[in-house]
Structure formats: structure tokens, C-alpha cells
């Protein structure tokens, strides 16, 4: 109530102030027309060029880039982080829970992550995405309409309030627009696959000096097709000699493997070298037609890279080349705004936006395992009876022909056959995402005296459902095939299945079927007041100041189909999430700020900015900013800035779902009394075996992460030709918020995790709490480089533009009780950021009349690779590499402007060609092998046109 009181006062008093000031003279108010709001500050200024640092980006340079979405433009601008944040990196199988990014593109800032950056739409938010509640979807900004890009790399959690730690990305648009305009482009890449279409429409009429008012409406159609592994060669998972093999055994043919009580038992001894054989196929069995019969995309598993002695018989499956390397997206957008002029001081405007986003994640056919006993969410082993008999001798006396009496112990006649196979039949698992997005805005701007003002109104609205569409089955149906023998895994390469098996598919095929669906929405109100306080210190100009209200409401829901509360035995393998079905929730948020612009002298200018937040669940934090600009003569200048950020919980860690599972070890003892909590019934203290709940999901008594952000740098331009800007920034985050830890860990580090054992009054273990938890913290350094060159040549006018930046310091700590982990930049990181040392865009453009042309370089330096277990353990294979090269690709377009009102732009993207650089990467959770999306781009050299013609 005191901040409501507090907004109302503040509303009430600016306007007074200003009336205070006087009214503006016909010169002071030709000023204030050139005046504008930048990213990172409310206070409007000529100087661009204030204390902290924004990159601009227009959309004559979008263009020219042959750049068709936010996604791609975020992918080229250094300060972005290389995380999982694309529809490339993240293509592959999510467990339950995190739900992946089906559908989501985000942004993510100097490595903090894509929740903790703040992406607004003409400096307001928008609603993050329906299904992960968290992240604001690259894919529903109106691109088409986009004016120009501004990045604030530094935090504005004082100006902006929660996410905006790692910086702030703002889309603008045109304010105001007349006559028609038409654009058509394409992207088509030379070895097929991943082209790009897209086409918009712009129009708008009336004149807001003339007739008082504008309308304008933007309408964009975007389409991605699909790039799949098996289209480019880089995408192979068979390179044993540099250290990559896939980790699967599941194939075409399936893999015998070893389990109680079925054929093979514990396994089978090897008589050659006595070692006992968990995984065999057949195929791979000395004499047998060898495990490349099954295909192209089957080989040999390796068992040396991935330290498993027992499996040198099993064959594997490269089912990175079935993954989708980019998804095929449909994009629609369209956007309108309409302006009023009310007297000459004020203007009301209307905007809506609106997107629909239609994405499909695809990858492999599923890898089926089987049990003895199976229960109601697992597979039956391959039993022997009337229909299965023919395959299951042909696979018995195979087995024994090579294993003879050493296998008699284990491999015994009629018992079922415990396999994994690879599916092909059942064709790829498809999940289709399509995302509903829009946000309705009403506001008023303006000037009262010498005071600007600005209000909105504001609702925006990101709904999200992902259904099954295709290679899902239910379980049932897809068990009874399997158990009865229709279905038959074992056929040899050439055979294929009978048409009763295909029925059985068609009849338990799970496609259509809802898989969940989320609703994320926010509910706006902000005011702000800027101008002069009407007295200057020792400068030419006038102390500014700004003061605000921010007061919005939060909305979050997700759900699905009851039928996924049964996991497994619903459909197999799909990725339900009915543990976290989440009833709406809501939240009010309430915020006052201020911000002073305090010119000491002509040469030193202070900014200071402070915001107020109150969370409801909570409470209230304060986060100041302080910044500097001095500039001791006209081509030199000097900033800097300190501030305190935080990010409150998403909703999904607050209020997922909780789950208490009982454990069914029998390896678990109290870690107090016993050393790494592990059961030995002839160890004291370790003789007790105890088997605790445990506990999984969300967290409601989470607090904010916090953060502290600096920066220092200079700004040099002496001459008006050359503009070079250096910056030093560092992050620090503390109480962060962790969740999924791995219970071996938690056991043999007990003293760090003890408030995770739940206890009973008797201080028995009674449950092992696994849910998210404020600990531990990150520290990121870095510096950033920006230097313009230009000058005229032959008629016409170059330009040389380099943006770099160089991570210096990546590191991580679990607790807070811990020191700072070792540095990570430079090494590989499976699930994050890839932390590169150096990247940078060089660009070189020269126009003369009619023509422009501009060639880009892009460089990702190049990082320690990651380590199969193998390989950790001691071998080497001959060609292994432990360092993935740097990334190097250049972009060239070519712009011509030769017909009256026609613009026409051609381009080469990857102009070399250049393959991504090797790395042993291989993820189940990614987008195939051989590769790394989060540095480079699949599509390889692609020619991009773009048309435009305006009417008049």
C-alpha cells in the first residue's frame, strides 16, 4: 500500500514540476523533438553516446546481412552467449520436466542465460512462452516491422527490474508509417535442405502533422524448411579414430543383451579372451555378416572409447544423421499501431501484435529395451512360442555356435530373449509445438511544460500446446505386438515386416494426441516522467531526472491430458509431464523508480538509477545503478557502472509439481555415520540399509537470485572517421537457483547437502530432498570490443567495422561455502554456454551511388573438447585431437537501389562453404554428432535474395 501510495504521489508531482519549469520556448521544443529514449535509461538525450554501452543495430544493416529473424540476428551479435537457446541446439529427445525448447528460440546475454535476459518490444515487455513460462520466444517479435535493434550489454534490473542481468535486447518499430511496401526474400542453400522463405507486407496512411493521426499495419510469413543429419556429410557418428562412436546399442537388428533369467543370463564368456559379453549381436559375431549389413547408418560399437569391454560384440546406430538439425518452422506475424495527435503536446497510441508459430522437433525412431517380468511400463522380452520360433533358434544357435561350452552356465534354450532394438518401422518421434502470441497496448506520450511523460496499458499473452505427431505408440497396443511376436526384431538386413505388424502399428499409432499445453501472460500499467530539474551544477546543462510506476500482474498455467499420470504405460517413451500440471497461478508485481542525470561539468556527467520491486510471495529489494561518462576533451571519453540485479523464480520452479518416490536401491546408508552413505553390511555405522522418498519438483519457498554487475571503458573517436569503443564488464550472481541433484553426489558430499536429508523425530532418513534450492553462484568476466573505420574511395564511401569479445573469466561454485571452480572458459560444457574465449564480426562494406556491398567475416575461436569415458580412462585413438578448431565462415550480399523505389539485395551466407569443426560431441539431448550447434550453422553456403518495392 505505501508503494501504491507512493506511484500516486510521484504521478501526481512531476506533472507540477514541470509546470513549475515554465513553458518551452518554440527553439527548447525543436530540441526536445530530437531527443530519444535509449535502451537502458528513461531519460531522453541527444547524445546517443551516454555512459553505458548500447549497440545499435539498424534494419539497413539487418538487411544487408541477408538476416530474415531474431534468432539469426542474436546468433551473430558477440555479446550473445553460444548456449542451448536455438532450434538447432536443442533438437533432440527432453526428459518430463524440462519440456526442451519445443518451439522456443531465446535470447541469452554475456552467458547469464536466456531467463535472465530481458527482450522488450519498443521498451515494454512481452509475454515469455507458454510452455516454458520462463523465456520470451525470439519467433513472435514482428521482424518485419523492426526498425532497428538496441542491445544494452550491462545490467538494468534499477531501470527494468527482474531478468535483465545479463542485458537488455529491445526490438523497435516504426512509430509512424505511410504508403506500401512489399518484400519477398529467400535463402536457399546449396546442398539442400534448411531453405528459407519469407514475404511482408507494410502499409499505412495518414500524416501525423497534416491530418493528426496514423495508421499502419505490418504483416510477415516466414517459412524454415526442415535440415535433417543424414543431408550433411559433417553429421557422422562413426569416426572411431578421432574418439566419436556412437553410444547406442540399440539397432535395426537388435542387440542381445543380458538381464536375469533370459537366454544369456549375467552374460556369456568369450572364449577367445575370457571376458564375459553383456551386449552381443550376432551380426557382429566372428563369421557373421558383420554389423555394416544392416546399413548405412549402422556400425561396430566401440568399446574402447566408451570403456565397455562387454559390448565389443554389440553393434550400434548413428542416430545423430536421423535428428533434425533445424527444425521447419512456420511463422506468422502481424503488427499495427495507430496514432492520434491530442493538441500539439500529445499523442495517444493503439498497438497490436500478434504471431502464430508452428515448429516440429524430430528425431530417431525409438530405441525399445526389454524386461523379464515386464511390468505395465515396460516391454516383454522376445519369448519362445509358435510364431517366434524360426528367428529365436536362428539367434540361439548363433550364439552358441560362436560361445559353445563356455555359454552353457548361462545361455539356456527357451528362456526370452532380452534385446534393444532400434524401431525404424515405427518412423521418427515428431513433436509438433504451435504457439499463439499477442500483446494489445494502449498509451499516451507527451509533454507537460518541460516534462515528457509516457503511460501504457498493457496485456500480452503467449499460449503454447505440443501434441504428438508421429513414431509415439501406445503402450498396450505396442506390448501386445511385441509379445506375441507380429512385430519382430531380429529380421536381417533385406527382410521386412509382415503387413500384420504394420497394422499393429497403424492401430496403437499415439499421433494427434495432446501431449501438454501452457499459458504464460502479463498484465502491464507503467508510467515515467523525465525532464529537467531546472538548475545545473558547474555545466552547461540542466540536472535531469525520471520517476515511474511499474505495476503488472503475472499469469502461468500448464496442463495436459489426465491419461499422462500414467507415465509409460500410457505411451511409450513420450516425454508427459503430467508431474508438473500446475493449476493457474499468479503474482502482482509493484515498482517505483528513479533515475538522475547529474551534469558535474561539461566533462563528467553521474547517472544514478534506483528501483523498488515488491514480489507478491516475496517481499520487497531495492536495486541502485550507478554510472559515469567523462569526457576530458571532444574525441576521448570515459564510463563506468556499478549495480545490483536480481531474477526472481519462474513459476515452474516455484510450484511444479512435487513428487515423493521411494527409493529402491539396496545400496543407500546414513552419509552422518557413514563414509559416502553406501551400504555394507560389514562396515559399522554403513550395516543399515535405509530406503527414503525421494523428492522432486518444485520449490515455494525459493528466493530471488541476486547479482552484482561492473563495467569500465572508454570511447575514442578522433577523428570522425574512426570510433573505437573498449569495455570491461564482470558479473557475479549469488544464491542461485539449483535443482537435479545427482544423488551420488549428494551422499558422498554429505556434509554440504545434509539439510537435503529429511529427518524424523527420531533422525531416521525419511526423505532425500532433490527439488531446487537457492545456492551457490557464478563469476563472468569479459571485454568488449567495438572500433568503426571509414573513409571515401573511388566515388564512394568504405567502412570497417570490427565487434569482438573476449570471455576472460568463466566460473562456477555449487555452495556458498565453496571457492570459485577453476576456470571454465575454453572447455567444453555439455548442457550451457560454450564458453569461447574469442569471437568477433569483422565487416568491410563499400556503396557508390546505386550499389553497396559488404563482406563479412564471422570467427568462433575454438575450445577443449569433450572426453568419452575411454579416452578419460586412459586410451587414445589415432587421430585423437583434444582441441575443436576455431569457426570460421564470411558472408557476402551486394545491394542495389538502380529503379525508383525498388530495393534489391543479393548475398552469399558461408561463402567458403566451411564445414562446423569436428568435436566428439554426442548428445541424446541434442542435435546430433560430429558438430556443435551452438557455434555453428549446418546450413553451409546458402544464396539469399531480398526483393523490396515501396508504392508511393
Given amino acids: 500500500m505505501n508503494l501504491l501510495c507512493a506511484a500516486v504521489l510521484i504521478a501526481m ?17 525543436a530540441t526536445n523533438l530530437d531527443k530519444i529514449t535509449v535502451t537502458g535509461s ?52 527432453a526428459p518430463p520436466g524440462t519440456r526442451g525448447n519445443n518451439g522456443v528460440s531465446g535470447a541469452n546475454l554475456r552467458g547469464q542465460g536466456a ?8 521498451g515494454r515487455r512481452v509475454a515469455a512462452h507458454g510452455l516454458a513460462g520462463q523465456v520470451v520466444d525470439l519467433n513472435s517479435i514482428p521482424f518485419a516491422a523492426i526498425e532497428r535493434v538496441e542491445v544494452l550489454r550491462d545490467g538494468a534490473s534499477a531501470v527494468y527490474g527482474t531478468d535483465a542481468i545479463g542485458g537488455v535486447i529491445n526490438f523497435i518499430t516504426k512509430t509512424d508509417y505511410q504508403g506500401l511496401a512489399l518484400t519477398a526474400g529467400t535463402d536457399v542453400t546449396q546442398e539442400g535442405g534448411g531453405n528459407i522463405y519469407h514475404a511482408s507486407m507494410l502499409g ?51 542387440t542381445v543383451v543380458s538381464g536375469t533369467n533370459s537366454l544369456i543370463g549375467g552374460g556369456l564368456r568369450d572364449p577367445s579372451t575370457a571376458l564375459t559379453k553383456t551386449s552381443i549381436n550376432t551380426l557382429d559375431l566372428p563369421g557373421g555378416a558383420g554389423c555394416e549389413s544392416g546399413g548405412d547408418m549402422m556400425g561396430p560399437y566401440d568399446d574402447k572409447i566408451w570403456a565397455s569391454p562387454g559390448a565389443s560384440f554389440a553393434c550400434a546406430w548413428d542416430y545423430g544423421r536421423a535428428r533434425t538439425i533445424q527444425q521447419p518452422v512456420q511463422t506468422l506475424q502481424a503488427i499495427g499501431r495507430a496514432t492520434f495527435k491530442i493538441g500539439d503536446n500529445h499523442e495517444f497510441f493503439a498497438e497490436v501484435m500478434g504471431s502464430k508459430v508452428t515448429s516440429k522437433r524430430q528425431f530417431e525412431a525409438q530405441q525399445l529395451s526389454t524386461s523379464i517380468n515386464a511390468s505395465s511400463i515396460q516391454l516383454d522380452a522376445y519369448e519362445l512360442n509358435a510364431n517366434t520360433k524360426p528367428t529365436y533358434d536362428a539367434i540361439y544357435n548363433a550364439l552358441r555356435t560362436y560361445f559353445g561350452d563356455t555359454a552353457s552356465d548361462n545361455l539356456v534354450y527357451g528362456r526370452p530373449i532380452t534385446y534393444r532394438w532400434r524401431c525404424e518401422i515405427c518412423g521418427p518421434r515428431q513433436l509438433e509445438t504451435t504457439t499463439s502470441s499477442y500483446r494489445v497496448l494502449f498509451g499516451l506520450n507527451g509533454t507537460l511544460g518541460t516534462w515528457d511523460y509516457t503511460v501504457g496499458l498493457s496485456r500480452a499473452e503467449s499460449r503454447a500446446q505440443s501434441v504428438l505427431a508421429g513414431g509415439y505408440y501406445f503402450t498396450p497396443q505396442l506390448k501386445a505386438a511385441l509379445k506375441n511376436g507380429v512385430l519382430n526384431p531380429f529380421l536381417m538386413p533385406g527382410q521386412d515386416q509382415s503387413q500384420a505388424a504394420y497394422d499393429a502399428l497403424a492401430a496403437a499409432d499415439a499421433s494427434g494426441l495432446e501431449l501438454y499445453h501452457g499459458v504464460s501472460s502479463t498484465t502491464t500499467f507503467d508510467a515515467s516522467f523525465s525532464g529537467s530539474l531546472g538548475f545545473k551544477l558547474w555545466g552547461e546543462e540542466d540536472v535531469q531526472a525520471a520517476l515511474g510506476v511499474d505495476i503488472r500482474r503475472e499469469e502461468y498455467e500448464f496442463g495436459g491430458p489426465s491419461e499422462w499420470s500414467q507415465g ?25 523508480f528513479a533515475e538522475f542525470n547529474v551534469p558535474v561539468f561539461d566533462s563528467l556527467e553521474l547517472n544514478l538509477a534506483v528501483r523498488h520491486d515488491r514480489y507478491d510471495g516475496f517481499g520487497g529489494t531495492t536495486n541502485p545503478k550507478y554510472s559515469f561518462k567523462w569526457q576530458p576533451v571532444d574525441w576521448l571519453a570515459f564510463r563506468g557502472s556499478y549495480s545490483t540485479g536480481f531474477k526472481v523464480p519462474d513459476f515452474a520452479k516455484l510450484f511444479r509439481g512435487t513428487t515423493a518416490t521411494l527409493y529402491t536401491g539396496l545400496d543407500l546408508a546414513d552419509p552422518a555415520i557413514c563414509p559416502n552413505g553406501r551400504y555394507n553390511p560389514d562396515v559399522p555405522n554403513c550395516n543399515v540399509q535405509i530406503r527414503p522418498d525421494i523428492i522432486t519438483g518444485g520449490n515455494p519457498n525459493l528466493d530471488p537470485e541476486e547479482a552484482k554487475q561492473k563495467s569500465v571503458g572508454f570511447v575514442l573517436a578522433p577523428t570522425s572517421n574512426i570510433n573505437v569503443s573498449v569495455d570491461w564488464w ?7 537457483i539449483r535443482g537435479g541433484f545427482n544423488l551420488e553426489t549428494m551422499r558422498t558430499n554429505y556434509a554440504k547437502y545434509a539439510q537435503n536429508f529429511l529427518r524424523d523425530g527420531s533422525g531416521e532418513i525419511v526423505g532425500i530432498d532433490q527439488r531446487y534450492i537457492n545456492t551457490g553462484g557464478t563469476l563472468t568476466r569479459g571485454i568488449e570490443l ?12 568504405w567502412n570497417v567495422h570490427l565487434n569482438g569479445n573476449y570471455l576472460d573469466t568463466f566460473k562456477t561454485k555449487s555452495f556458498d561455502i565453496d571457492p570459485y571452480s577453476d576456470n571454465l572458459v575454453g572447455m567444453y560444457e555439455r548442457y550451457f554456454n560454450l564458453p569461447i574465449k574469442w569471437k568477433h564480426t569483422l565487416g568491410l562494406s563499400w556503396g557508390k551511388g546505386d550499389w553497396a556491398h559488404t563482406l563479412t567475416q564471422i570467427y568462433r575461436g575454438g575450445y577443449k573438447d569433450y572426453r568419452p569415458g575411454g579416452i578419460v580412462n586412459g586410451y587414445t585413438p589415432s587421430n585423437w585431437n583434444p582441441d575443436v578448431d576455431e569457426y570460421i565462415t564470411y558472408n557476402y550480399s551486394i545491394s542495389w537501389t538502380g529503379i525508383q523505389n525498388l530495393k534489391a539485395t543479393f548475398g552469399v551466407r558461408n561463402l567458403l562453404n566451411t564445414d562446423p569443426p569436428f568435436t566428439v560431441r554426442y548428445l541424446d539431448d541434442g542435435d546430433g554428432a560430429g558438430w556443435e550447434a551452438r557455434v555453428a550453422d549446418p546450413r553451409g553456403r546458402s544464396f539469399n535474395m531480398l526483393l523490396e518495392y515501396r508504392f508511393e
Avoid: C, H
Avoid at 224 to 249: C, E, H, K, Y
Fill in 13 to 29: 508531482a512531476v506533472p507540477a514540476m514541470a509546470q513549475d519549469a515554465g513553458q518551452p520556448s518554440q527553439s527548447s521544443s
Fill in 42 to 93: 528513461r531519460i531522453k538525450r541527444t547524445d546517443v553516446e551516454a555512459a553505458l554501452p548500447v549497440t545499435i543495430i539498424q534494419k539497413a544493416e539487418i538487411e544487408a546481412q541477408g538476416i530474415t529473424s531474431a534468432e539469426q540476428l542474436l546468433q551473430q551479435l558477440n555479446v550473445a552467449s553460444n548456449g542451448p537457446d536455438t532450434l538447432a541446439a536443442n533438437s533432440g529427445i
Fill in 115 to 122: 531467463d535472465a535476459t530481458l527482450v522488450l518490444l519498443n
Fill in 204 to 254: 499505412g496512411f495518414g500524416d501525423l502533422d497534416s491530418d493528426r493521426w496514423n495508421v499502419w499495419v505490418a504483416v510477415n510469413a516466414k517459412k524454415n524448411d526442415i535440415l535433417r543429419g543424414n543431408q550433411r556429410d559433417f553429421v557422422n557418428s562413426f569416426q572411431p579414430d578421432r574418439g566419436l562412436a556412437p553410444d547406442t546399442r540399440g539397432t535395426p537388428f537388435a
Fill in 568 to 592: 509409460n504405460a500410457y505411451v511409450f517413451g513420450a516425454p508427459g509431464d503430467a508431474a508438473n500440471y500446475m493449476t493457474p497461478k499468479q503474482r502482482n508485481v509493484k515498482a517505483a
Fill in 730 to 736: 564482470e558479473i557475479e550472481r549469488i544464491n542461485t
Fill in 786 to 797: 567495438d572500433a568503426n573505420v571509414g573513409g571515401d574511395l573511388a566515388g564512394g564511401r
